[in-house]
């Protein structure tokens, strides 16, 4: 096995697919930030450490069970030319679950003083962290079975999924904190939960669409509002800005 890593091949390829899995991370470093700031600023940081080293064991046993997840593409039901496999039912379920609870956020940030209705201690770290799990293992399958059609040898995965979540965990409370200040960005955050949903129930259609425009997307508009911020930060303020609303209230 040492003998791959002689190979130039070898280290294109785990850097290609490091990359790649950092790109695929971003989701769900975005979800687990929205999340995680629900709770008090002194468990934040456990959390988020929680849900990232979750979502890496999640991908190495799923990667020490290789073969299961090659069966996942197989149909499991097929209706004329339309098919159903595990992993399709997989996507389904967690693209609806982020369109569900990416709605949900908007509302709880947005809604009204007389409709809002603030639970004292507010959400439970248990919840939250079941919340994490429950897409980790979306973006898990997902991340997997990427790394399967881009190297054959397991060894390569397995390293290339430590090193991409190491660099999450690296940024994960930079952007957590990033997204919390800025309340315009938390809610371009929250539309980037929505469109990464109904990719995930589009493609759970096997309705293809590139992941690159997707991404574009989200970098043209990640772009424009940093501008908008930088352009805040320098001029000087007409109005209060927007104060959305904190799930956690303190006893």
Do not use: C
Not at 10 to 39: A, C, H, K, Q, Y
Not at 55 to 78: E, K
Not at 96 to 117: G, V, W
């Amino acid at each position: 096995m040492p003998e791959i890593f002689t190979q130039p091949e070898t280290w294109m390829s785990l850097l290609t697919l490091t990359l790649m899995e950092v790109v695929l991370g971003i989701d769900n470093v975005v979800f687990i930030s929205i999340v995680v700031n629900r709770l008090p600023q002194e468990q934040r940081s456990r959390a988020r450490q929680i849900g990232l080293g979750l979502a890496l064991v999640l991908r190495l046993a799923l990667l020490s069970v290789i073969s299961w997840i090659a069966g996942l593409t197989t149909p499991l039901v097929s209706v004329a030319e339309f098919s159903v496999s595990g992993r399709d039912l997989i996507l389904l379920g967690g693209g609806l679950f982020l369109l569900a609870k990416s709605t949900t956020e908007i509302h709880k940030k947005l809604e009204s003083a007389e409709e809002h209705h603030a639970v004292k201690g507010g959400v439970s770290f248990g919840s939250i962290i079941v919340q994490v799990v429950m897409l980790d293992i979306v973006f898990s399958i997902d991340s997997v079975i990427t790394a399967v059609g881009l190297v054959q040898h397991v060894s390569i995965m397995m390293i290339a999924v430590i090193i991409s979540l190491v660099v999450m965990v690296a940024f994960a409370g930079m952007i957590s904190d990033f997204i919390e200040r800025h309340p315009t960005m938390k809610m371009l955050a929250l539309a980037f939960l929505l469109m990464i949903g109904l990719l995930l129930v589009v493609e759970s259609a096997h309705v293809h669409v590139p992941k690159g425009y997707v991404y574009f997307a989200m970098a043209f508009s990640l772009g424009v509002e940093v501008l908008n911020i930088r352009l805040r930060s320098t001029s000087k303020p007409t109005s209060k800005p927007v104060q959305l609303r904190d799930s956690y209230t303190a006893q």
